[in-house]
């Protein structure tokens, strides 16, 4: 019994840093190759404007893929969400810089604290600059926890 | 030289039948698995909005991966321009019914009088409803003239 509550002490310990030292989400190589998923974008006035304001792609890797038709994403599934100003030009709106590029890569092990999923977001074009690191769990996970039903995950494929 | 006279009015006389009975553009089978080239919005009073009012995707094939490198596009690249209502809700821009499907067919046996290029519109989410037909040189190749000097593609692939 003393055995198995130091076990659960160790475990409330243990559990806590577990989530906040993931290892790092890997930049997405080659993912402006992978499907097109969807695209959306976000104008002033919406509620998430000052986090994603701008034009914004998903992409999917193949297991992602099979995710979006499944439910289910396995291991190795990468979702990019590619996120660019929007600029507006000639009553038309334009693809500009890109502001963030934002990753969900699911790892059931590595990232158990939050669903099964590493989140990052890397600034700009650079491939080494986090926008998210250790603070998944307040910074995206909170929200997409409203998603469970979903494996976490918003979007859906658009035919 | 009767001969020769012969033949260059048959060819006179062939030559705008070829281009009108260019055989059909193909519906792009699995287009929806190729590489996302690029994105744009057309909005009300942009000088295109009747025929292209909304949000479109460019998506390439293999083929025609390679042309946006390389600035030539070879015979079996094909480009598809696929446009979407873009719909106003909750401050965003998101994606409706498909309005028509765009094709670019690069043949330059078949379409030689239209700069190689086969030009095609399918209705809706149709693949069979036909929205070009014949009228590709007054509905598509004659804007696209202006980009001669880029193999008559206007768009390019964002990295």
């Known amino acids: 019994m003393r055995k198995m509550l130091l076990l659960a002490t160790s475990l409330c310990v243990i559990t806590p ?7 790092p989400v890997p930049y997405p190589q080659g993912y402006r190759q992978w499907v097109h998923v969807k ?9 998430l404007y ?7 792609h998903l992409y999917a890797n193949r297991q992602a893929q099979q995710g979006y038709r499944s439910g289910r994403f396995a291991d190795g599934s990468v ?3 590619d996120l660019l100003e929007s600029r507006i ?25 939050t669903g099964g999923w590493g989140f990052e977001g890397f600034k700009g074009d650079s491939r080494t ?8 769990t307040t910074a995206c996970f ?16 658009r035919p």
């Open 17 to 23: 840093l577990f989530a906040a030292d993931a290892p």
């Open 39 to 47: 695209s959306m974008t976000i104008q002033p006035g919406h509620a």
């Open 50 to 56: 000052d986090a994603f304001g701008g034009i914004h």
């Open 79 to 81: 979702i990019v969400f």
């Open 89 to 113: 030009a000639d009553n038309s709106l334009q693809e500009g810089a890109r502001k963030v590029l934002g990753v969900m890569h699911k790892d059931s092990r590595k990232y158990k604290g």
């Open 129 to 136: 600059e986090r926008a998210v690191g250790h603070n998944a």
């Open 142 to 157: 909170q929200c997409h926890t409203a998603q469970q039903g979903r494996d976490y995950v918003f979007s859906s494929f």
